[in-house]
C-alpha cells in the first residue's frame, strides 16, 4: 500500500486539476496519486480553513500536501504572512510549489520528516495531522510544534472524533498545558483545537 506520509516516488502518476473556492476567491490545485486527499479539499480542512483567526507573521503549513492551507493563508493576509509549507513526502512538495505559482502566492516549500529541515520558529502552526501515520509520529509532531513556536505563538490541527481526537486533545493538553488548549470547533465529528505557547 502506497501512503501520502511517506515519499514513494516510484508511484504512477495519476495527476488532476480541482477547483476550490473560498468567499469570492476561486484556487485550483493540481493533484496526483499518493499524496493526500488526492481527488480535492477534503472536508475537515475546509472546516478548519473556515474557521482560522486572522493570521500574520512566519506561518507553517505543516504536513501541506498539495499545498491547500498555506496557499489559502497566503493569498487571504498577502504581505501579512510569511508562509512556510512542508511535507515528507516528495511529490507533494512538488505539486505544493507548482500549486503556490498556480495561484499567484509566495511560499517556502521544504521537504522534511517532521521539523527536521525547518529553520527558524513560526507565529502559527497549522496541520491537519497524518493520522493513519500513527499517534506515535504525530505526538511527536505536536511537541516539536511547540519547540518551534514563538512565545504566544499558535498551534492549529483538525482532527476527526472518529480518528481519536479526544485523546489527541489529552495530549495536546499535555504537551501545551489545559489552560492554553481550546476547542476552536466541535461539530459534524470534527474538532479543530486552538493552542497558546505560553
Known amino acids: ?49 473556515r474557521r482560522l483567526p486572522e493570521l500574520s507573521g512566519e506561518v507553517l503549513d505543516l504536513g501541506c500536501g498539495f499545498g491547500c492551507i498555506g496557499i489559502v493563508v497566503a493569498k487571504l493576509y498577502g504581505g501579512n504572512v510569511r508562509v512556510t509549507m512542508s511535507d515528507v513526502n516528495a511529490r507533494a512538495v512538488e505539486l505544493a510549489a507548482k500549486n503556490a505559482e498556480l495561484n ?55 482532527i476527526q472524533k472518529k480518528h481519536g481526537a479526544l485523546s489527541h486533545r489529552q495530549k495536546l493538553e499535555e504537551i501545551f498545558g489545559a489552560a492554553n488548549t481550546a476547542v476552536l470547533y466541535s461539530k459534524k465529528g470534527v474538532l479543530i483545537f486552538e493552542i497558546i505557547k505560553n
Open 104 to 158: 499567484g502566492v509566495r511560499a517556502k516549500v521544504v521537504q522534511s520528516d517532521g521539523f527536521g529541515h525547518i529553520p527558524g520558529s513560526f507565529d502559527a502552526v497549522i496541520t491537519n495531522p497524518p493520522i493513519h501515520a500513527g499517534k506515535e509520529v504525530i505526538y511527536k509532531l505536536y511537541a516539536e510544534a511547540r519547540e518551534h513556536l514563538k512565545l504566544g505563538g499558535r498551534f492549529f490541527a483538525v
Open 1 to 49: 500500500m502506497n501512503h501520502y506520509f511517506k515519499s514513494n516516488e516510484n508511484l504512477e502518476h495519476k495527476k488532476a486539476e480541482t477547483e476550490y473556492g473560498f468567499g469570492p476567491v476561486r484556487f485550483s490545485f493540481i493533484t496526483d496519486a499518493g499524496v493526500f486527499s488526492k481527488g480535492g479539499v477534503d472536508f475537515a480542512t475546509d472546516i478548519l480553513l
